[in-house]
């Protein structure tokens, strides 16, 4: 099993970046995808989720709005697109997959929303 994201990096605050995670090793299509944040000092937490099969999607309040989850189960990708960054939204990215007793991470990538 592999989960490989990409795209973080530094940005300003307003700009946007988007992050991909590409799924391997498992049947993807029938795992539910999330995405969460884990800012210095602080626990992991959720930002947003895409159901299985293309199931509905949430993001929560604090990026409402300004980021997006889609998922492409032919390509067994999930991104995150995320806009008008503030620099509260600094944290280390985590995709995630999830279908209960089962759940895979990935590495994780850095953003950093700073002038």
């Known amino acids: 099993v592999h989960l490989v994201e990409s795209g973080g990096g530094l940005v300003q605050p307003g700009g946007s970046l988007r992050l991909s995670c590409t799924f391997s090793?498992?049947?993807?299509?029938?795992?539910?995808v999330n995405w969460f944040r884990q800012a210095p000092g602080k626990g992991r937490a959720l930002v947003a989720s895409a159901g299985a099969f293309n199931g509905g999607t949430l993001v929560v309040s604090a990026v409402k709005g300004r980021f997006t989850i889609s998922r492409d189960n032919d390509k067994n990708t999930a991104v995150l697109q995320m806009n008008s960054l503030k620099p509260e939204d600094t944290a280390v990215y985590f995709c995630?997959?999830?279908?209960?007793?089962?759940?895979?991470w990935g590495q994780g990538t850095q953003v950093t929303v700073s002038s």
């Open positions: 995630n997959a999830r279908r209960s007793p089962s759940e895979y």
């Open positions: 090793g498992f049947n993807f299509d029938t795992y539910d």
